[in-house]
């Protein structure tokens, strides 16, 4: 049974750090490429960060670019978000996301993934 559980959100004010778990269970997930969307009230999801399998590659929206970092463990089977530097607008529901095959292309696409968590609130007060 395939499992994703994100852990770590929570309330934070403007400028402060989180750090965010997603534990996967069910899959070979030193094989699969992860990453993490967010969907905002009134929003639609988001891509906001991916790893390749290796952990070698990662690539960021543009809005988190030299404030959140992604990383795994496959040891562990985890993958991580820390988030710096929050701001109010990142305020969403924080899903991580597992994909087979991934390319350049499509690795930003929430369509691409396979696997889905059940998402963690953060919520950053001004």
């Known amino acids: 049974q395939v499992q994703l559980v994100e852990s770590g959100g929570g309330l934070v004010q403007a400028g402060g750090s989180l750090r965010l778990s997603c534990a996967a269970s069910g899959f070979a997930f030193s094989a699969y490429t992860m990453g993490w969307f967010r969907q905002g009230p009134g929003k639609e999801r988001e891509f906001v960060a991916t790893v390749s399998w290796t952990g070698a590659s990662t690539v960021y929206t543009d809005s988190v670019k030299g404030r959140f970092t992604i990383s795994r463990d496959n040891a562990q089977n985890t993958v991580y978000l820390q988030m710096n530097s929050l701001k109010p607008e990142d305020t969403a529901v924080y899903f991580c996301?597992?994909?087979?095959?991934?390319?350049?292309?499509?690795?930003?696409?929430?369509?691409?993934?396979?696997?889905w968590g059940q998402g963690t609130q953060v919520t950053v007060f001004s």
């Open positions: 996301a597992a994909a087979s095959y991934i390319t350049t292309a499509t690795r930003t696409a929430s369509r691409a993934y396979n696997y």
